[in-house]
């Protein structure tokens, strides 16, 4: 069943948030401010550490908003994500500029690379907080990409608010030749993953 309790995204991720609405969960948008510099290389780790930051980052402003108030010991959940693209073990982040995404869907293409997103939700049930972190594991095969397709695509701007500077669910996809895994997990939040670890935390199945 989806939750009626209150949701909070710590994201201000469009494509988290249309994965979100697309299968019913009412929720409010509060981004996270915390630091995000790691050291961690190992992708799993690097999305796990970051949305555990994320969600506790947000998790803490929640309750200093409502310390003294009627809301203080009403239940609540934040649910924070963070996405990598990898590439051989190598992790491809958002482009800093357009030569830096043409060199990453260079690398890309007729490659197979992971996509890694972690989640961590952090459930305030009026007493107490448990917290749950996991991640999910997505192969993507891209077709080979000629020099011009490269260019055509990045000429629509979409590649640059991205990891691997690509989106699957845009133009993107037209390069993808097949993926092993959720495809919600490469957009930005594996949906079906986050509903059971949800229903297990809030009912225990």
Avoid at 103 to 122: A, C, E, F, K, R
Avoid at 123 to 134: A, P, V
Avoid at 150 to 156: E, K, P, S
């Amino acid at each position: 069943m989806v939750t009626q309790i209150p949701i909070i995204l710590a994201s201000n991720s469009p494509r988290r948030k249309e994965l979100l609405e697309r299968v019913g969960y009412t929720f409010t948008v509060m981004p996270s401010d915390c630091d995000e510099a790691t050291d961690i290389r190992f992708p799993k780790d690097m999305v796990m550490e970051l949305a555990g930051r994320k969600a506790e980052n947000v998790y803490k402003k929640v309750c200093t908003d409502r310390a003294g108030t009627e809301a203080e010991t009403q239940p609540f959940i934040v649910i924070g994500s963070d996405t990598v693209v990898a590439l051989n073990g190598r992790i491809l982040g958002k482009p800093v500029d357009y030569d830096d995404a043409y060199n990453t869907l260079n690398s890309l293409s007729g490659q197979t690379h992971n996509v890694y997103t972690g989640v961590s939700i952090m459930y305030y049930d009026g007493e107490k907080c448990r917290t749950k972190t996991f991640y999910e594991n997505t192969e993507v095969t891209f077709y080979p990409m000629t020099h011009e397709e490269i260019v055509g695509y990045l000429a629509t701007g979409d590649p640059f608010d991205k990891a691997g500077s690509y989106g699957i669910q845009t133009q993107g996809g037209l390069f993808v030749k097949g993926i092993k895994g959720s495809y919600d997990n490469v957009v930005g939040l594996p949906l079906s993953r986050l509903y059971h670890e949800l229903n297990e935390m809030l009912y225990g199945q």
